[in-house]
């Protein structure tokens, strides 16, 4: 069974500091990527960072690129992401999810998301982070 759980999110003060974890097991594949999306108030859903479990390959949408940071942990059980200089308009329900079984870097290097250009296979259930301005 399938398990994504995001922790780590709440009330931060804008040019702050949050980190937000993702624990995950039971995937079939060894080659998957985990990626961070997001969805603030009244607007969709949006893919903001991926992490290649194969060659460690990152992806970041334009509007976190440099203050955003994804990474595994070694036992390749946990996503992070580092979020540094937070804005107000990060405000949003932060959501970690698995794409289990990803194609190889060749294929997916281009992509903005990477291998998240994907449609993800499981979701976790989300964390919120409010920015206070």
């Known amino acids: 069974e399938v398990q994504i759980v995001e922790s780590g999110g709440g009330l931060v003060q804008a040019g702050g500091s949050l980190r937000l974890s993702c624990v995950y097991s039971?995937?079939?594949?060894?080659?998957?990527?985990i990626g961070w999306f997001r969805q603030g108030p009244g607007k969709e859903r949006e893919g903001i960072s991926c992490?290649?479990?194969?060659?460690?390959?990152?992806y970041y949408e334009d509007s976190v690129k440099g203050r955003f940071t994804i990474s595994l942990s070694d036992a390749r059980n946990m996503a992070f992401l580092q979020m540094n200089s937070v804005k107000p308009e990060d405000t949003a329900v932060y959501y970690c999810?698995?794409?289990?079984?990803?194609?190889?870097?060749?294929?997916?290097?281009?992509?903005?998301?990477?291998?998240?250009?994907?449609?993800?296979?499981?979701w976790g259930k989300g964390t919120l982070v409010t920015v206070s301005s």
């Open positions: 992490i290649a479990s194969t060659d460690g390959s990152t």
């Open positions: 999810a698995a794409l289990d079984g990803a194609p190889s870097p060749s294929s997916y290097s281009k992509w903005p998301l990477g291998p998240c250009s994907n449609v993800m296979d499981y």
């Open positions: 039971g995937f079939t594949h060894d080659r998957y990527g």
